[in-house]
């Protein structure tokens, strides 16, 4: 009995499989961009006849019946009783029939452009309505490419949420907030080519029918301690039905008190469908008929009543402070306070000095990992006229002479360290993204060609690829800096220094702490002979 089944079992298999992957609707609308076929299922009578010739046509307004084949265009495939598209286009809109001897079948095929500011087209979206707490599933699944996807993407309202091979890619109790646009996103090769198929899904979350007993949150019970003369808020909250209804319960027998007033109240959905719901219950200027009486919050339903009660007791008063404690307190309060803002003043004006102190003791040293070889690559007017000589000196000779040989640092100068002869733009952008900051001696005449290379491409390294930092140094005042681009405005301002000759040429001078401080941590290696420069405190 069983073997008989068997057959029959695949035969059904292979029946539904066939029917998912027809072309039934004589209306059609595709989406351009995307793979499309048209397919024709046989008849389990036209399974019996004899084999025919099988010819597909698409008949337009303008060109009449026109026969399909390979030769047609090249995004059109046809495998007998399929026709795809790969893509389809907006071209592609008209009638076509599919001709197997006598038996003819015709679909009229309209093609929409693709939305494109969503990740969906509107109107190719199937709704679907999920009660809450019920299971949602997002099927995304493709009976006729199945065999050909190789990676499928889910998104919520445009937003990736999941990707793999295992369907459904989603399944979870329905939430309110589960509610939006789901799209599956079947990734395809085709001839070399990768093409996606769009499915979107409009999920709504709706609630159910069942409802709940009211239930007040917190004790049945409350005792609020209250001072008198002050004003005092109960807050009742509880989970009801949309329905359901919330109130206070505060009336006396002589009437209600004048100083209790009931305040309007706030409802929102929970995830789960119910409403969570409070109202609040203000006594202004509390008073001893307040005291010891039961104000009562009730929640009420159909399915029944819940009732929290809350009675204001006169708060015990409190020890009060000794004078000398009191005094004492505040003593050390502002004590502490002035001592505070000394060592944050301090610390502001003497930042530089404290940093460089701490890298002396610490003995750290940055340049160890990175894999750089220099410590600054120094960019400067290469143009050396008579009035730029200064400039080329300090270049050339004052920085390297304090920075190399009294600090320890290793600095790029162009002319002393390249060989000539390469290429001179590549070697610069070699040089800098070898180097860990970029020192730029800035002067009215610097903007010029090499120079300018050398700048640009110092600011993407620092503000694009930010594996550099820019040190500028006005060598002579600047006043008009529109000729530099704008975004050295994007830079801190304190990795600005200012050059003021005499009062700078002290190793101990501001201006050298400044520019120790904004190169790179490392220990001091002075150069046989030196002593070593220990900085000391001086306001900036």
Known sequence: MRQRELPLTILVLVLVHTAETCTSRPHITAVEGEPFYLKFCLSSSEQKSKPSTIRWYKSGESHGRVGLNPSSSPRISVHDFSLEFWPIELDDRGTYIFQMGNDTRQWTLNVIRRNKNSCFTEKQVTSKSIEVQKVLTIPCTNSYYQRLINRTTLYKDCEKIAEGDTNPLLQKNAEFKDQGYYSCVFSIHHNGKEFNIIKTFNITIVGDNNNIIPALLGPKLNHVEVELGKDVQLNCSALLNEKDQLY????????????????????????????????????????????NFSYNCTAVSEGGIDTNSYILLKKAPGADIPGHVFTGGMIIAVSTSVV??????????????????????????????????????????????????????????????????????????????????????????????KSRRLIIVL?????????????????????????????LIEFTPVSDLTFLPQSLTLLKSHRFLKWKADKSLSYNSRFWKNLLYLMPAKTVKPAAGDSEITPVLSAP
């Open 340 to 433: 505070v803002v000394c060592l944050v003043i301090v610390g502001v004006i003497y930042r530089v000095d404290l940093v460089l102190l701490y890298r002396r003791f610490m003995g750290r040293d940055e340049t160890l990992t990175d894999g750089k070889t220099y410590d600054a690559f120094v960019s400067y007017l290469k143009e050396c006229r008579p009035e730029d000589g200064e400039e080329y000196t300090f270049a050339v000779e004052i920085l390297p002479r304090v920075l190399e040989k009294h600090f320890g640092y290793k600095l790029c100068i162009f002319e002393r360290d390249v060989m000539p002869g390469g290429a001179v733009v590549d070697e610069i952008h070699s040089l800098i993204e």
């Open 443 to 471: 002067s009215k005449r610097y903007m010029c060609n090499r120079v300018r290379y050398e700048l640009e491409s110092g600011l993407h390294e620092a503000l694009v690829e930010r594996k550099i930092k820019i040190i």
């Open 248 to 291: 206070w319960n505060f009336w006396r027998e002589n009437g209600s008190d004048p100083n209790v007033h009931e305040e309007e109240g706030m409802r929102t959905r929970t995830s789960e469908g119910k409403w969570y719901a409070s109202k609040i219950l203000r006594i202004e200027n509390v008073n001893e008929n307040n005291l």
